[in-house]
């Protein structure tokens, strides 16, 4: 594929994206009490298991004093807890809890409810090209987030393996 024509495609593809993102965060999601770090980091609980903090901040994008506040306070709500790192003895770890759990189900469950309402204003055509395109994009868009999170993880590892000059 010649320059232009793919960097014609990754500018639909970005917009794609851009669309879907404003889509799920303006009209899917509820209005929880959690921003939306929490709600990210909450998903990313369930999805690892338990972790350190330092992990969740380089996901998140955020430094470590404020995710361990943010851990706190979902600590103090009951949707998180920690656990001993059963590899270093010194190390928590943060888990998702029962209740963040039950959580996450039905924040889940609102938004695909709330999806469907939106889906029966389409014509049943429109339906079922989005399901074959998602079926075709949610393992790509899968593998793109798993690629920007270990990249954002190795950009904080390497900042803090370099000597600080003071």
Request: aromatic share 0%; net charge negative; proline share 4%.
């Amino acid at each position: 594929m010649e320059q232009s024509a793919r960097s014609a495609a990754g500018d639909d593809s970005a917009e794609g994206l851009e669309q879907a993102a404003i889509l799920m965060v303006r009209h899917l999601s509820g209005r929880a009490a959690l921003n939306l770090t929490a709600l990210l980091t909450l998903s990313a609980l369930e999805r690892e298991g338990p972790v350190r903090v330092t992990t969740l901040a380089a996901a998140a994008g955020i430094g470590q004093p404020a995710m361990t506040e943010m851990i706190q306070r979902l600590e103090r709500q009951g949707l998180v807890t920690r656990v001993d790192d059963p590899e270093d003895g010194r190390v928590a770890l943060v888990s998702l809890s029962d209740e963040g759990r039950a959580l996450r189900g039905d924040q889940q469950r609102e938004r695909r409810d709330r999806l469907a309402v939106l889906l029966t204003a389409l014509p049943a055509e429109d339906e079922a090209a989005l399901n074959l395109a998602m079926r075709v994009a949610l393992p790509i868009i899968r593998r793109l987030i798993d690629q920007a999170q270990r990249s954002r993880i190795s950009t904080v590892d390497r900042t803090l393996d370099t000597p600080s000059r003071t």
